[in-house]
């Protein structure tokens, strides 16, 4: 049974950083594709950033790229989001998400139907 468990957020200032946390077990995460969605209340869950099996090339949604870091320790097993600079807009609940049913040939992408594996979320609130 594959889980994920979210850590890491927390309150900042705008201009500060956090790096977000999901240990990964029942699955070796390098091989699959590995996401970060965002909920802000009100909104719907959005995309953040894909991470991609095999050499783990990475994907951002647009305006995140250059603040936001996807990555993957293989070794841990474990995939974080790094987050600097951060805006009172980027204030949601966090989620890391796993495909879990199609390995290496994974869709990968942004949209939340290509993941069917999900954390419980960690909530980042970033104040003016």
């Known amino acids: 049974q594959v889980q994920l468990v979210e850590s890491g957020g927390g309150s900042v200032q705008a201009g500060g950083s956090l790096r977000l946390s999901c240990p990964v077990s029942?699955?070796?995460?390098?091989?699959?594709?590995m996401a970060w969605f965002r909920q802000a209340p009100g909104k719907e869950r959005q995309g953040v950033a894909v991470?991609?099996?095999?050499?783990?090339?990475?994907y951002y949604a647009d305006s995140l790229e250059g603040r936001f870091t996807i990555s993957r320790d293989n070794a841990e097993n474990t995939l974080y989001l790094q987050m600097n600079s951060l805006k009172p807009e980027d204030t949601a609940m966090y989620y890391c998400a796993a495909d879990g049913v199609h390995g290496t040939y994974c869709a990968g992408g942004l949209s939340q139907e290509n993941y069917n594996v999900w954390g419980q979320g960690t909530q980042v609130t970033v104040s003016s």
């Open positions: 029942g699955y070796t995460i390098r091989t699959t594709c």
């Open positions: 991470i991609y099996a095999g050499y783990g090339r990475t």
